[in-house]
């Protein structure tokens, strides 16, 4: 049995990703609060802010994924808020981070003892985990750690058998964008234009990163960009 569990898979990258697992024969499991829209996912509702949550979730998965052949663990679940290192109350980033941060180190503490040879272990980051812009401060520390984590799983995991990667999806056309932005059709434009082909990115496009990523065990400790080209300011 292959097994994708997927963080936030109700909607954009995770839906998408759930998807591109589903139709590969992977049992697909969803750990979001709300349900994955793909038919044959496994929804485990569960508040990734809360380790009692996290730990009810993963005794579940513990037995589903008892005699699994490989397991693709996708940390794909994160908050973005509008703050600044000026605004960013204190309570607000521990917020962020425990979603986009402390979540993952949960899920990684419980899961990877239950993860064969051949199983990968995905970050989905951003273009910040790299860089930063303006009037996003808690989800860059956040994606900039996630990119620390991911080197880190690598060193520690070397000689298991599984593989790790940071994924940086570019202006992708998912809820949290549009939320972040506004849904402000000429903000979204002049987003879509600060790379090579003019459109925001598809969720479908980052998921098949994600899936291909599973398969290819050479990517290992990399971090990939999938932006379409972005302008370099």
């Keep these: 049995m292959k097994a994708a569990i997927i963080t936030g898979a109700s909607v954009g990258i995770g839906s998408a990703a759930a998807t591109a697992f589903a139709d590969s024969g992977f049992a697909v499991y969803n750990l979001s609060r709300r349900p994955c829209p793909v038919a044959g996912v496994s929804n485990l509702p569960t508040d990734l802010s809360s380790d009692d949550a996290i730990a009810r979730t993963c005794a579940t998965l513990a037995e589903a994924l008892a005699g699994a052949t490989e397991v693709a663990l996708v940390h794909n679940a994160a908050q973005m808020r509008k703050d600044s290192v000026r605004d960013c109350a ?5 917020a962020v981070l425990e979603t986009n941060v402390v979540a993952i180190n949960s899920l ?11 199983s990968s272990l995905i970050y989905v980051g951003s273009t910040l985990s790299e860089k ?7 989800y860059v520390v956040s994606k900039h750690a996630q990119l ?3 080197r880190a799983s690598c060193q520690d995991l070397m000689g298991s058998g599984i593989h790790t990667a940071l994924i940086c999806p570019g202006f992708t056309d998912t809820e949290m964008l549009r939320t972040h ?3 402000d059709p000429a903000v979204v434009s002049s987003i879509a234009s600060l790379n090579s082909f003019n459109r925001l990115i598809e969720p479908a496009e980052i998921a098949q990163m994600i899936h291909w ?11 990939l960009h999938g ?4 302008r370099e300011s």
């Design 108 to 118: 990684n503490v419980h899961l990877l003892p239950l993860m064969p040879a051949g």
């Design 90 to 94: 204190s309570d607000s980033l521990r």
């Design 132 to 138: 930063a812009v303006p009037g996003s401060f808690s």
């Design 227 to 230: 932006n379409l080209g972005q």
């Design 213 to 223: 990523v599973h398969h290819n065990p050479v990517i290992n400790g990399a971090v």
């Design 148 to 150: 620390g984590m991911m």
């Design 181 to 183: 932005l506004g849904d």
